[in-house]
């Protein structure tokens, strides 16, 4: 059943932050532009094909009436977020057969290609463009790549060629060795750290 995107906390707050024995409650958090968060990505994490959100960060705008759509339906609890735009960092380990094809056979793939890491942000439409600075950073801080990305309708699909075509401006694309090479060697070397910034509206590219 499709969300709505006045609905979209509401959604988040009733099924997905409880724990269970089987799975972990979503991390969430408030933040204000230009603020730091660091998500801690384990590779195992991933499963093949499948998207994994990594937290949800309740933006509280930049102070402008009528760039977000509030949301609706909160628990008297959570009211206070009304105002703010959740926010949803996203990974998913894939291949790029997989991108191409509606069968995909990730494990046959990534055996001869590797895998690819994608990670990106999305949220409820805005009223206009909203960027954040994305970086990987290893276990020590040291940061292995730093990019600004777009945050993206969470309703809506990007096309594949534009994608292929580098148009693209909301996602960042890993290969497996790219990311190993942020995770370092050692006996913690399957895990890295995604610092996510957001900026707000008059953020460039």
């Given at each position: 059943?499709?969300?709505?995107?006045?609905?979209?906390?509401?959604?988040?707050?009733?099924?997905?932050?409880?724990?269970?024995?089987?799975a972990f409650g979503l991390r969430m958090r408030d933040v204000a532009s230009g603020e730091r968060s660091l998500l801690l990505l384990t590779q195992?994490?991933?499963?093949?094909?499948?998207?994994?959100?990594?937290?949800?960060?309740?933006?509280?705008?930049?102070?402008?009436?009528?760039?977000?759509?509030?949301?609706?339906?909160?628990?008297?609890?959570?009211?206070?977020?009304?105002?703010?735009?959740?926010v949803l960092a996203?990974?998913?380990?894939?291949?790029?057969?997989?991108?191409?094809?509606n069968t995909p056979q990730l494990q046959e793939d990534a055996l001869s290609m590797g895998y690819l890491y994608l990670f990106w942000l999305v949220a409820p439409a805005t009223a206009r463009p909203v960027y954040a600075k994305l970086a990987l950073l290893n276990r020590q801080l040291q940061c292995g790549l730093?990019?600004?990305?777009?945050?993206?309708?969470?309703?809506?699909?990007?096309?594949?060629?534009?994608?292929?075509?580098?148009?693209?401006?909301?996602?960042?694309?890993?290969?497996?060795?790219?990311l190993q090479q942020i995770c370092g060697s050692g006996s913690e070397s399957n895990a890295c750290f995604l610092e996510i910034i957001i900026e707000g509206e008059r953020a460039e590219l």
């Amino acid at each position: 059943m499709a969300v709505e995107p006045s609905k979209l906390l509401q959604h988040l707050l009733n099924e997905h932050l409880l724990e269970t024995p089987q799975a972990f409650g979503l991390r969430m958090r408030d933040v204000a532009s230009g603020e730091r968060s660091l998500l801690l990505l384990t590779q195992s994490q991933l499963k093949p094909g499948c998207d994994l959100c990594l937290g949800v960060l309740n933006w509280q705008g930049n102070g402008s009436g009528d760039l977000l759509e509030p949301q609706v339906d909160l628990p008297p609890r959570q009211q206070r977020l009304s105002g703010c735009l959740p926010v949803l960092a996203m990974a998913c380990k894939t291949t790029w057969p997989a991108l191409l094809s509606n069968t995909p056979q990730l494990q046959e793939d990534a055996l001869s290609m590797g895998y690819l890491y994608l990670f990106w942000l999305v949220a409820p439409a805005t009223a206009r463009p909203v960027y954040a600075k994305l970086a990987l950073l290893n276990r020590q801080l040291q940061c292995g790549l730093r990019v600004t990305r777009r945050l993206r309708n969470f309703a809506e699909r990007v096309h594949i060629k534009e994608f292929l075509l580098g148009a693209d401006q909301f996602f960042i694309t890993l290969s497996q060795r790219q990311l190993q090479q942020i995770c370092g060697s050692g006996s913690e070397s399957n895990a890295c750290f995604l610092e996510i910034i957001i900026e707000g509206e008059r953020a460039e590219l």
